[in-house]
């Protein structure tokens, strides 16, 4: 069982950074590949990055590729994610979530075990 606790959301201006870290209950967090996802209004929820269980790999969304990057601490069980060039697109409800491994693809929700409640991130023009 993984408890996912996000924060770090918040209103930022178009160009603007946030940090989003993501705290993770549990002493088998460092077993799990962690990704972030997020969902806009009326929108599908969409893959954001995800990193694998030791940090080797890392891989982004096409939308955030170049302007994110996912990272974690095994030993502060958390994972975050550093959020720059922040465009009005990127107003979302940001989630974290947990998979023990990956049967299909790394960007498919439904491969993910454990969700966090979200946090909020809204960049204004």
């Known amino acids: 069982q993984v408890q996912l606790v996000e924060s770090g959301g918040g209103l930022v201006q178009a160009g603007g950074s946030l940090s989003l870290s993501c705290a993770a209950s549990g002493r088998t967090f460092s077993s799990y590949h962690m990704g972030w996802f997020r969902q806009a209004p009326g929108k599908e929820r969409e893959f954001v990055a995800v990193?694998?269980?030791?940090?080797?790999?890392?891989y982004y969304g096409d939308s955030v590729k170049g302007r994110f990057t996912v990272s974690r601490d095994n030993a502060k069980n958390t994972v975050y994610l550093q959020m720059n060039s922040l465009k009005p697109e990127d107003t979302a409800v940001y989630y974290c979530?947990?998979?023990?491994?990956?049967?299909?693809?790394?960007?498919?929700?439904?491969?993910?075990?454990?969700w966090g409640q979200g946090t909020q991130v809204t960049v204004s023009s």
């Open positions: 979530a947990a998979a023990s491994r990956f049967g299909g693809s790394y960007n498919d929700p439904y491969e993910y075990t454990y």
């Open positions: 990193i694998t269980w030791r940090g080797i790999n890392t």
